[in-house]
């Protein structure tokens, strides 16, 4: 995701525009994070999950409803024996145009904190673009030259893979693993190419990538252990504001959106910036320069840093009621990928 920024500003230039640059425990206690937060950096001008065109959306399996999410009586989902620590944590791999170079990191959640495990020594000229990390604990991570490794998210060793570059025009995408149902030790990785305009899967013995359907903008993907594929999508490429999407993985269609509100970390960009406006003011849509994302306890983790960022900033939206709030501002770090096991909790108690 390291060039996510050049996409961005191709983007702008194309518009004929020029950039400026101007409860403490951390437990939900319940599955959606509706209760006991803290209100500190909180945006009260979030909104609720919004249908798409007027319709009531469907789960993957067909039926109208809404993302299980952690709505699921308090059971944690991933607590069988072959997650260990897995999904204890996010995986993040930062770029070399920030912080350490190419380093590869845990988040946890439960404090906002960052640690590092170690640098990633992959056999490539390019950096990181994006990564996912499987129920094993081994991090996919996709370099910009359109290469795959696998690194241990132990001690960031880094192997090669047999994953040739490129196929069916996946040159760069976002990925996730994905539960193939609830509760299931059985996941399946899915990709989402902005060069491509699709979704699709790679098999894991193969590593071959097979499309799924047609899929707008340039997302990055995160599933869940109850068999739920969801993507951000910052919005630079399509003028729409930055959201967070549930994702149909039989076919790659939309069918639930949570609009996001990053203005509290630049309040002009969203505001009186009238470069924030044309995007839709949806605050900091403009000028993207990396970004990741997962779900981890019933709650969404954005990691976003635009033109106006001087590094990431770490957002949590809560599904329940779409507030969007800043939880760790200005981390010090270039986040390009994100990864998280689907051992990890559904929701926490």
């Not at 209100?39 to 798409?52: M, R």
Request: net charge negative.
């Amino acid at each position: 995701m390291s060039v996510h920024g050049f996409l961005a500003m191709a983007f702008v230039a194309s518009l004929g525009l020029t950039a400026c640059s101007a409860d403490s425990s951390g437990r939900l206690s319940d599955g959606f994070g509706g209760t006991g937060v803290s209100s500190d950096g909180t945006v009260q001008g979030g909104a609720p999950a919004a249908t798409l065109n007027g319709t009531t959306p469907t789960d993957p399996a067909g039926t109208p409803g809404t993302p299980t999410l952690g709505g699921n009586g308090g059971t944690v989902i991933g607590t069988a024996d072959d997650c260990g620590e897995a999904g204890d944590y996010i995986y993040l791999v930062n770029s070399s145009t920030g912080g350490t170079s190419n380093e590869l990191l845990r988040f946890d959640p439960l404090t906002s904190t960052f640690s590092s495990i170690g640098r990633l020594n992959c056999p490539s000229s390019d950096n990181p673009f994006s990564m996912a990390v499987s129920r094993d604990g081994v991090a996919w991570v996709l370099y910009g030259d359109g290469n795959m490794f696998h690194a241990s998210t132990t001690d960031a060793s880094c192997s090669a893979t047999p994953y040739n570059p490129g196929q069916g025009g996946f040159s760069q995408f976002g990925m996730g693993f994905v539960s193939d149902d609830p509760g299931s030790s059985s996941e399946t990785l899915f990709v989402g190419s902005s060069a491509a305009s699709a979704l699709g899967t790679i098999d894991s013995q193969s590593y071959t990538v097979q499309r799924v359907g047609g899929l707008s903008g340039s997302p990055e993907l995160t599933g869940t252990g109850n068999a739920e594929l969801f993507g951000f999508f910052p919005g630079f490429d399509t003028g729409a504001n930055p959201s967070v999407r549930w994702i149909d993985k039989r076919n790659g269609s939309e069918l639930q959106i949570y609009p996001l509100d990053f203005s509290a970390a630049n309040p002009g960009a969203g505001g009186g910036n009238p470069i924030g406006n044309i995007f839709g003011g949806g605050g900091g849509s403009f000028g993207s320069t990396a970004w990741a994302f997962a779900f981890w306890g019933g709650e969404f983790y954005v990691f976003y840093k635009d033109s106006f960022d001087n590094s990431t900033n770490v957002w949590k939206l809560n599904p329940m009621d779409g507030r969007t709030q800043l939880v760790v501002p200005d981390s010090g770090h270039y986040i390009v990928g994100a990864g998280v096991s689907t051992c990890a909790p559904v929701t926490l108690i």
